[in-house]
C-alpha cells in the first residue's frame, strides 16, 4: 500500500501528467506509470493505472463525443478482452524486475526512437476498421505487461484521416475501451481493487483536474517545453528501471 507522502506525490504527478497529456497529447499516462513503479510492483501499478487512465480517457471522451467515429473505436475494441487475458497471463508469468525492465526499455523506446514503433503503420495494411482490429489485439496483448500503449498505437491513429478534435476524441474512446478490458482481465485473476480505492479516487480526480489544468494554459505554453520536459522526466525513470535490473543480473 502507498504510504501518505507516496501517494501525495502521485496525486501531485497526477495533476501533472494530465496537463501534459492535455498539451502533447499521449505523454503523461507513460509518464504517470513509470512514476508509480517507483513504489508499486508492475503486477499492481499496471492495474492501478489502468483505472486512473479509464477516467481520464473517459473524461476526453465526453469532451468529443460529437467527433467520436464510434465505428473505429468499435472495430479497435473487438479483440481487446480475449488478447487482455492473454496478456495478463504473460504479466503474471514474467518475473517482477522482468517487467519493470521491459517497461523502461520501452519508455525509451517511445521517447527516442518512436519511429521504431511506427514501423507497422507503413503501408496500407487494409482498411482503416481493419487494420485497427490487429492494432486492438495488440494493444489487448501488450497492455497489461507494457501498462502505457499511447505511443505504440499513435501512428495508427494519425493515418486515419481524423481532424484534430476527432483524433483526439476517437484515439480517447479506443483507450478507454482497452483500459476497460485491462481492468476486467486483472479483475478476472484476482486483483482486488478494492484494496486501493482510496487512491484509485484520488489519482482519478487529480487526473481530471490535470486535463481541466492542461486544456486552459494550452495557449500559452509552448508545447516543445512540455516535450522537453516529458523526454527529460521519462527517460531518467526509464533507466533508472533498466539500471535497476542491470544491477540485480550483477549482484547474482
Known sequence: MLTPAALAFLCAASVATGALSAVVGMAGGITLLALMLLWLDP?????VHAAVQLVSNASRVAAQRRHVRWPLVASFAAPL???ALVGVALARAAPARGLEAAIGVFVLVATWRPEWLALAARGEGGSPGRRLFFVGGAVGLLSPTIGATGPL??????R?????FGLIGTK????????????LAFGAVGFAYRDWLLPLAALSATAIAGTWLGTRILASVREEDFRAL????VTVIALRLVQGEALALFAR
Open 230 to 233: 516529458y523526454m527529460g522526466v
Open 172 to 183: 480517447a474512446a479506443c483507450a478507454t475501451a482497452q483500459h476497460v478490458a485491462k481492468l
Open 160 to 164: 486515419l484521416g481524423l481532424d484534430r
Open 153 to 158: 498505437d499513435a501512428p495508427f491513429f494519425l
Open 43 to 47: 503486477l499492481v501499478a499496471v492495474p
Open 81 to 83: 478482452v480475449p488478447m
